[in-house]
T-cell receptor, first 115, second 110 residues
């Protein structure tokens, strides 16, 4: 069974803390994505990666960075968390090719609360 | 960026056919249109994908007109378990960044 896992389902952090969200996929997919989901706004792409050490900005990259040192792992980093980054964060992966074209497999999400 | 527009919410009753339309005015040439379903506390999951005309699988049909500026997801004979949020996804012309719509919340009533 194909699987995308995320390091935490729920996370509570304080303003100014550095936050790491990790995502692992076991499908040998080339493309990996980080989205945030907020009520009424749908899913918005933060960053995606099409290969190890490669990354591209999505619609809302400000305040975030990413790291992809291994093919199966894609990390989202909040260098200094702020309250407006309280959200649901979803990771996804697809096989190689155009990032939007393949079936995206999503993880269960991490609900991050920044106090 | 490719802008996608969907109705915010829809209501239906068990056994009815539901059609959800997504407008995508800047879809990339040769791009696919993909629909996802999301239940509470879960990530979205793939339903159907198409490029033009009509695609059908065991759970849904997808209708795409010739100009490809919109698409319609059709769910035949919905049940209570089809209550979910439905998203369309297209790629942005020029960048191919995946762009989700804001989603349509479908509520199926008994």
């Amino acid at each position: 069974d194909v699987k995308v896992t995320q390091s935490s389902r729920y996370l509570v952090k304080r303003t100014g803390e550095k936050v790491f969200l990790e995502c692992v996929q076991d499908m040998d997919h080339e493309n990996m994505f980080w989205y945030r989901q907020d009520p009424g706004l749908g899913l918005r792409l933060i960053y995606f990666s099409y290969d190890v050490k490669m990354k591209e900005k999505g619609d809302i990259p400000e305040g975030y960075s990413v790291s992809r040192e291994k093919k199966e792992r894609f990390s989202l980093i909040l260098e200094s968390a702020s309250t407006n980054q309280t959200s649901m964060y979803l990771c996804a992966s697809t096989r190689g090719g155009r990032p939007h074209a393949g079936e995206q497999f999503f993880g269960p999400g991490t609900r991050l609360t920044v106090l | 960026l490719a802008k996608t527009t969907q109705p915010i919410s829809m209501d239906s009753y068990e056994g009815q056919e539901v059609n959800i339309t997504c407008s995508h005015n800047n879809i990339a040439t040769n791009d696919y249109i993909t629909w996802y379903q999301q239940f509470p506390s879960q990530g979205p999951r793939f339903i159907i994908q198409g490029y033009k005309t009509k695609v059908t699988n065991e759970v849904a049909s997808l209708f795409i007109p010739a100009d490809r500026k919109s698409s319609t997801l059709s769910l035949p004979r919905v049940s209570l378990s089809d209550t979910a949020v439905y998203y369309c996804l297209v790629g942005d012309r020029g960048s191919y960044i995946p762009t989700f719509g804001r989603g349509t919340s479908l509520i199926v009533h008994p």
